[in-house]
C-alpha cells in the first residue's frame, strides 16, 4: 500500500510544487512507483512535468465532483515509475460545490483508497491555503510533508499551521502524521538562512529533514522546460538535493518498518507460553519493546502530530 504525503503550507512560494516535482521524479528513479496529485488549481504541477493547459484533458475535478473513473484521469508523466493526476482552473470551482455534499472532506481519500495498492508513494501537491481541497488531501494522506522557506517570516508561520494540523488530526484524520519539516531557498552566503535552519532545528529536532533544498538557478529553470531538475541536470545542486531527501524519506518509511515488526514480534513473546520461564520471557519482551517504543520516539522517522 502507498504511503500518501501532503505536500503543504498555508504560506505560498515556499517551494510545494518544486518538492512535489522533483521529490516524486526522485522517488520513482529509486524504482519506487509513484503517483503526484496535484490539487492546486493553478496546475504548475502538471505544467512543471510537461503538459501544457489543454481544455479538454480530463482532471482531478472530473474525478472528484463528476464520478470519472479514476483509472481515465491518470497520466504517465513521462518519467519511468511516475504518474500524475492533473489539475487546471475548474478545481477553484470543485472548492465551492463541495460545500453542500455528503462527506465533503472524504471525496478524495476514496479516490485514492482504491489506487493506493498500485504505488509505493502518493504525493499531494496542496494549494497555499486550508480550503476544502487541502483538507480533502489532508484526510486522504498518512503524513504531511511542510517545505519551509528560510526566512523570517516563515518562522511565524510555521507554528500556526502545526496548530491547524492538530486540530485538523483531532476532527478529521486522527492518525496524521508529520513526514518532515523540509528547509527550502537556503542560502549558505547569509546570516539569516543558516539562523532560521537553527532556529527551526533547535524547536523541532528530528522532525526536520536533514536534507536541505539550496536556493538553485537550475531547479528555477527546469519547469520552464517541463521537466524535473534531474533530467534537466542531474549534477546541479537543486538535483542532487532532492536525490537525498527520496533517500531520507525511503529511509524512514524502512526504520517504521522495522519498529512495527519489533513491535510485533515483542507483543506475541509477551503473550506467548503459561510456565514461569515463559512468563519471564514474555517480561522481557514487554521490556523490550519499550525500550523500542522510546526509543522510536526520538528517530528521524514521521512522527504524530
Not at 520552464?224 to 533530467?231: A, E, I, L, W
Request: glycine letters at 8%; aromatic letters at 4%.
Amino acid at each position: 500500500m502507498a504511503r500518501v504525503i501532503a505536500i503543504t503550507n498555508q504560506k505560498g512560494g515556499v517551494g510545494k510544487t518544486t518538492t512535489a516535482v522533483n521529490l516524486g521524479a526522485s522517488l520513482a528513479a529509486s524504482e519506487q512507483r509513484t503517483l503526484i496529485i496535484d490539487c492546486d488549481p493553478q496546475g504548475n504541477t502538471t505544467s512543471a512535468l510537461g503538459f501544457p493547459k489543454d481544455p479538454a484533458r480530463r482532471t482531478l475535478y472530473q474525478a472528484l465532483m463528476l464520478d470519472e473513473p479514476i483509472d481515465r484521469i491518470i497520466l504517465d508523466a513521462q518519467v519511468d515509475g511516475l504518474d500524475i493526476i492533473p489539475s487546471d482552473k475548474n478545481l477553484v470551482g470543485a472548492a465551492v460545490e463541495l460545500v453542500n455534499l455528503d462527506n465533503r472532506e472524504y471525496r478524495l481519500k476514496a479516490l485514492v483508497s482504491g489506487i493506493q495498492a498500485r504505488y509505493n508513494y502518493i504525493l499531494i501537491d496542496c494549494p497555499p491555503s486550508l480550503d476544502l481541497l487541502t483538507l480533502n488531501a489532508l484526510a486522504a494522506s498518512d503524513s504531511v510533508l511542510v517545505p519551509i522557506q528560510c526566512e523570517y517570516l516563515a518562522l511565524e508561520g510555521v507554528s500556526e499551521l502545526l496548530d491547524t494540523l492538530m486540530r485538523l488530526r483531532r476532527t478529521i484524520n486522527p492518525s496524521l502524521a508529520i513526514e518532515g519539516i523540509l528547509l527550502t531557498m537556503y542560502d549558505d552566503r547569509t546570516t539569516l538562512s543558516k539562523q532560521v535552519a537553527a532556529d527551526l532545528r533547535s524547536f523541532f529536532g528530528a522532525q526536520v529533514f536533514e536534507t536541505i533544498i539550496p536556493r538553485n538557478v537550475r531547479l528555477a529553470e527546469a519547469p520552464s522546460h517541463g521537466m524535473p531538475v534531474m533530467f534537466y541536470d542531474i549534477h546541479s545542486k537543486g538535483a542532487e538535493s532532492y536525490i537525498q531527501l527520496a533517500k531520507e524519506v525511503i529511509a524512514n518509511a524502512q526504520k517504521r518498518v522495522g519498529q512495527g515488526i519489533e513491535r510485533a514480534d515483542s507483543g506475541a513473546g509477551a503473550d506467548s507460553g503459561s510456565s514461569t520461564s515463559a512468563a519471564a520471557a514474555g517480561a522481557g519482551s514487554v521490556s523490550s519493546a519499550s525500550t523500542s517504543d522510546d526509543s522510536g520516539s526520538d528517530g528521524g522517522g514521521s512522527s504524530t502530530i
